[in-house]
């Protein structure tokens, strides 16, 4: 029986059942919904053997990009990567639970817009049964794209060259980065390589089949003059330059969902003084001046808690290595528009007074740089609140719900016996590596604190 199974850098497909005559693929119920096209065929002029289908590895994959880790003839046990297939949403490696031989590709390596269920491969049970399959041709096969032929590095000879000495070996044929925006293809260590050292992917050129990036171009890629640096090592280092597209951000999130030991924390925050002071504010701003928001509170309210618990400041090394503490505290603001998401930052943002910080909420400007911590307003949507997804090499991300008025015990002596009282409901998502749960619940005391105590922020 078929089934998915994820790696710790990509997800991977394992492939059995082929002595069962059919496999199916099974996942999570909100994963894939298709069948892997995978048949035991007889014959009598060819031994048995396998006849493997493009599996379809997310819900909107209709074709995928093959590139193969085995040649024809090749042996196979379980837990072999047979192939890398790239998806609209992720590469994955493509691994085998049964035992085998590589009896015939049907797709050429690095083969592009695979449909799904086109026959790719031929399984065989023993290497004398490869040769049998020589000439072989599945029915149903799709005409594919054939990978970009790579550029002839070698500069055709001169009729009647003069003496020289040797030439220097030739380097290797390279592509040009693609624009931003556009399809980038990588190897799935060259993606995660990529993220831990904050590289844009869009500006290296790949050295790969077809200018598909590998990891060592990550590592060998120096940046332009006016290119940003990667991050350094220092202690008050804080943003991180990652541009992705959408596929690759869809990657990222699955990465991270998988890496990042996720957990949440859940607090209810009055946020009625918050906006008591925010009238008075406002009341004297001129007309141009920005107007404070109440975003704006819980925003300084989260950068100042970062002085009182500086360790959710913080990131995982991607070595493993330990934790890295920052100086600065620079937030990512989640901006959703529709069809679109994208990020904004605020540097330093615990060095800001309210004023400033309004002047950046007021006039948004998506950024492509990683801060050290996130923040969600899922309240203009009338959501109560939300688990974001970890932004990583961040350690932390806040979602904010909507305001709601309660009713609630009125603790003032001779008043009414209840009240009516705004409140909002946020949660943190923390990465267990990074913030146990004390040093979590700490940090949302002190920022809980900070809203339902505006002045102490404003002294």
Known sequence: ?????????????????RRSGLGALSAAPSSVSSILSQRRCFSSDLPD???QGMPALSPTMEVGNISWRMQEGDEFVA?????????????IDFVTEDDGFVGKLLVP????????????LVV????????????????????????????????????????????????APVSPPAAEGDRVVASPKARKLALDLGVPLHLISGTGEGGRILAADITEYTPSP???????????????????????????????????????LTVDISVSAALSVRSSLNAGLGEDDAGISLYDF??????????????????????????RVYSDCDINLIIGTPGNTSTMLIPSASKLGLGKIAEYTASPSPSSSVGTFSIVNLGMYGVKTGSPIIVQPQSCGLAIGSVETRVVPNSVPGGEMYKYEDYITATLSC???????????????????????PNSMLV
């Open 1 to 17: 029986m078929l089934r998915h199974a994820i790696s710790r850098t990509t997800r991977t497909a394992l492939i059995s059942g």
């Open 49 to 51: 053997h396998t006849v």
């Open 79 to 91: 837990g072999d990567v047979l192939a890398e297939i790239e998806t609209d949403k992720a590469s």
């Open 109 to 120: 390596d690095g083969a592009q817009d695979v449909p799904v269920g086109a026959p790719i």
């Open 124 to 171: 065989v049970d023993s290497a004398d049964d490869v040769a049998a399959f020589k000439d072989f041709v599945a029915e149903g096969g799709a005409e594919v794209s054939a990978p970009p032929p790579a550029a002839d590095p070698t500069p055709s000879a001169p009729s009647a060259p003069p003496p020289a000495a040797p030439p220097a070996p030739a380097a």
């Open 226 to 264: 006016g290119g940003s640096p990667p991050p350094t090592s220092s202690g008050s280092a804080s943003s991180f330059n990652t541009i992705y597209s959408s596929s690759d951000l869809a990657a990222l999130s699955v990465q991270s969902k998988r890496e990042v030991p996720h957990y949440y």
């Open 298 to 323: 819980l925003i300084m309210s989260a950068s100042r808690a970062m002085s009182v618990v500086p360790s959710v400041n913080a990131s995982w090394l991607p070595d493993g290595s330990g934790v």
């Open 431 to 453: 990465d267990h590596r990074v913030v146990d749960g004390a040093v979590g619940a700490e940090w949302l005391q002190a920022f809980k604190r900070g809203v339902e105590q």
